[in-house]
């Protein structure tokens, strides 16, 4: 019996081992970049097949005396969204497992100025001797697998360049061969420039709060702007507190795609610098929690059943009493269009039934004729 066939027949008695190990080990690294807050795009998997195998040791260019040999039988690949996140994850990666150094490849270290295809980590490792010595794991003591780890651009070339039926430069036609190096030093230009947009974006949140306090009508309204105003101002933090007493319920996060509801009203309301909301609150602070009281007693019963509400709460309710002291009857209609009631009534009828009441109680007692 020849060699390759020895580790054929070898393969189709583990390659239950090898299934597990893929699942189990994919698993886990999904476990671990989650406790590190590594937000990731994707982490895919795969075991070979037993042709695929086959066709992997007849390569001439390969020589294979075991099974234990082949690196690659179950891979993982991570794909993130950044390429400056890729170090971050290797970094897990080698503390989390034993390397096989002198099998990993950084296609990042390549030296030539011409450098043709992708770049990304290609790390083989195997699980460390004391996870092994747990019985979930005993059975993988020593059995070596691949772990890629790109960025979703790279991988984007890769899988384009793999379509197109190239595995590497010399098989390309002169034809298109400058137009793929082209095209590769723009992926690598454009994942860069996704990079630095990161960085400026999270230099632009971290200096907000200064902003708001000492600039607030030079800052433009934006959904980050708005996060921050909500979560970092005295009088909205105070003002939500005390409308959380009046619902009966407490405060949870703010929902991006919910302020972002609350971003279109204020833009259609032509409100678009923090200075010009930070002046709607400061009108309308007084007027939430009495409008709010009748708001929800009108409310019926089945409608009242809150569990919590959200940190940007009080955009709603300053959005509605902007808007009735306005009194335009069409931009109302643009602002909440598609909006109704929890109890199913137009919310311009609802508005206007709770604003008259409103009145009415200010007008009692301020003794107003």
Not at 168 to 192: A, H, N, Y
Not at 276 to 299: A, G, K, M, R, V
């Amino acid at each position: 019996m020849s060699e390759h066939q020895e580790i054929i027949n070898s393969y189709e008695e583990q390659q239950g081992v090898y299934l597990s190990l893929e699942k189990i080990t994919s698993s886990l690294i999904s476990t671990l970049l989650n406790n590190q807050s590594l937000h990731i795009h994707s982490i895919s998997s795969r075991t070979k097949s037993i042709d695929s195998l086959r066709g992997k040791i007849n390569r001439p260019e390969k020589n294979y005396n075991s099974l234990t040999d082949i690196t690659d039988i179950v891979g993982i690949r991570i794909t993130t969204y950044f390429s400056d996140e890729l170090d971050r994850v290797s970094d897990l990666i080698k503390a989390e497992f034993d390397v096989d150094n002198q099998n990993s490849i950084d296609k990042r270290k390549s030296l030539e100025p011409d450098r043709f295809g992708y770049m990304s980590l290609h790390i083989i490792a195997k699980h460390k001797s004391m996870r092994t010595t747990l019985p979930e794991y005993r059975q993988f003591n020593g059995i070596r697998f691949e772990i890629q780890i790109r960025s979703i651009l790279q991988h984007a070339w890769a899988e384009i360049e793999h379509d197109l039926g190239y595995k590497s430069e010399i098989e390309i036609p002169d034809v298109v061969r400058r137009k793929f190096s082209r095209l590769s030093s723009l992926l690598e230009l454009v994942d860069d420039e996704f990079v630095s947009i990161k960085k400026t974006i999270s230099t632009y949140i971290d200096s907000l709060p200064n902003k708001l306090t000492s600039a607030p009508t030079e800052v433009t309204l934006n959904i980050d702007s708005l996060k921050a105003f909500i979560m970092t101002t005295a009088e909205v933090t105070a003002l939500e507190e005390s409308m959380s007493t009046v619902f009966n319920c407490p405060i949870i996060d703010s929902d991006s795609e919910l302020l972002s509801v609350h971003l279109e009203r204020l833009k259609n309301m032509n409100i678009n610098t923090i200075g010009e909301l930070s002046n709607l609150y400061s009108e309308y602070h007084q007027d939430i929690i009495p409008f709010l009281t009748l708001w929800l007693n009108e409310e019926s019963p089945s409608s009242k059943n809150r569990t919590a509400i959200r940190h940007g709460i009080s955009l709603l309710y300053i959005t509605y009493i902007h808007l009735l002291n306005v009194g335009n009857q069409e931009l109302t209609e643009k602002v909440l269009r598609n909006f109704i009631a929890r109890d199913g009534k137009d919310i311009s009828v609802r508005l206007n039934e709770v604003w008259a009441a409103y009145k009415g109680n200010y007008a009692a007692n301020n003794n107003v004729t």
